[in-house]
């Protein structure tokens, strides 16, 4: 499990590594996804490190799960997106790969979702 020294959004936020923005606010940033499983896939990650989303209130606070979900309605709603499904993956066997507490964003089906799951 990756601490902040070697964590990769870590490093994203910092600007260490490159990521194509689409939304930033003063305790979270978004950026597409570099392996999209959807037309459109963003992730949206806040800048205080936490591990994965159970531990996140305990680290950052309760009030900060809420923030992160504001921000990820502001990012669709920046970003144009009327259409769109939520996904956090929280711990590895649920498939989480990233240990930095981030939500997924996917949308841009042409038809239903159900339908391209
Ligand atoms: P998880 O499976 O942990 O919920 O999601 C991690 C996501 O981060 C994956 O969808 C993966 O494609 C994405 N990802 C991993 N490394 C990078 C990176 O360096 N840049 C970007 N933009 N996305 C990444
Ligand atoms: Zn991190």
């Known amino acids: ?3 902040v020294n070697d964590c990769i959004f870590c490093k994203i936020i910092a600007g260490e590594l490159p990521s194509e923005k689409v ?3 003063n305790d979270h940033i978004a950026f597409k996804d570099i392996m999209p499983k959807a037309p ?4 949206v990650v806040p800048k205080a490190h936490s591990p994965r989303l159970d531990e996140m209130a ?5 009030e900060a799960l809420g923030h992160m979900l504001n921000a990820v309605v ?3 709603a920046a970003n144009g997106l009327s259409d769109y499904r939520v996904a ?3 711990g590895p ?3 989480q790969v990233v240990f930095h507490t981030h939500v997924h964003i996917l949308s841009g089906w042409s038809g ?3 339908d391209v799951r």
């Open 1 to 3: 499990m990756s601490s």
């Open 23 to 25: 939304y930033e606010d």
């Open 40 to 43: 459109v896939h963003y992730l």
């Open 58 to 62: 305990k680290d950052n606070g309760t």
């Open 74 to 76: 502001k990012t669709a």
């Open 88 to 90: 956090v993956n929280v």
């Open 93 to 95: 066997k649920a498939g």
């Open 112 to 114: 239903m979702a159900r």
